[in-house]
């Protein structure tokens, strides 16, 4: 059972367009969520997160959107480089589970330019 | 070092060997994470080393599995009679404070079971 879900496997964005990557997740216990960036052949990066007390948070081109209501979240990326073309993940936590994160199976974004 | 490492980057095994994959976490983290990655999916937890505690093995697949930080630095993770189904990426990552800097992964150990 998938505790967290990405439903869209890919997504092809134009350089300068808003990237739209979403996530669903089940366990009403998750309080932080994480969004991490993998390039081929490296381990994920962290991007941003956000906590269950929050329905938003911005850092620079990334924006993370969180809907407790509907278990979703989002990320938003404006304007979309060539550059972020790479496998997003999204991340969740709850307090009682410590520090483990359940990882979502990943978005693949393409930039085009 | 400035990042995370593990090594070897690449491991083949035959079905029955038993391998030892290293990570070296950054200097000062107290928190240390094992997570195993299947072809075209997310990470799943393994285990989790706070100095050198394992405070959490709850995600270890069987008990082929054993993972040790005995100096509360350097972590080993050791796959005992390995099987084809053990083959993956094997992440690890370490943290000073993950919930305002996430974890830092490693470029994890590709583990191929033939």
């Known amino acids: 059972d998938q505790q967290v879900k990405q439903n869209s496997p890919s997504l092809s964005v134009q350089e300068g367009r808003i990237s739209i990557l979403n996530c669903d997740y089940t366990?009403?216990?998750?309080?932080?969520f994480l969004w991490y960036k993998k390039y081929p052949a490296e381990g994920p990066t962290f991007l941003i997160s956000?906590?269950?007390?929050?329905d938003k948070n911005e850092d620079g081109r990334f924006t993370v959107f969180l809907n407790k209501s509907a278990k979703h979240l989002s990320l938003h990326i404006v304007p979309s480089q060539p550059g972020d073309s790479a496998v997003y993940f999204c991340?969740?936590?709850?307090?009682?589970?410590?520090?483990?994160?359940?990882f979502g199976g990943g978005t693949r974004l393409m930039v085009k330019p | 070092g400035a990042g995370v490492s593990q090594s070897p980057r690449y491991k083949v095994a035959k079905r029955g060997q038993d391998v030892a994959l290293r990570c070296d976490p950054i200097?000062?983290?107290?928190?240390l994470f094992w997570y195993q990655q299947a072809l075209g999916q997310g990470p799943e937890f393994l285990t989790y080393?706070?100095?050198?505690?394992?405070?959490?093995k709850s995600g270890l697949p069987s008990d082929r599995f054993f993972a040790e930080r005995p100096e509360g630095s350097v972590s080993t993770l050791k796959i005992q009679r390995t099987q084809q189904e053990d083959s993956a990426v094997y992440l690890c990552?370490?943290?000073?404070?993950?919930?305002?800097?996430?974890?830092?992964f490693g470029s994890g150990t590709r583990l191929t079971v033939v």
């Open positions: 956000i906590s269950s007390i929050k």
């Open positions: 366990n009403s216990m998750f309080d932080y």
């Open positions: 080393f706070q100095n050198e505690a394992q405070l959490d």
């Open positions: 991340a969740a936590s709850s307090g009682n589970a410590g520090n483990m994160l359940t």
């Open positions: 200097s000062g983290h107290v928190s």
């Open positions: 990552a370490s943290s000073l404070d993950w919930t305002v800097y996430g974890y830092t």
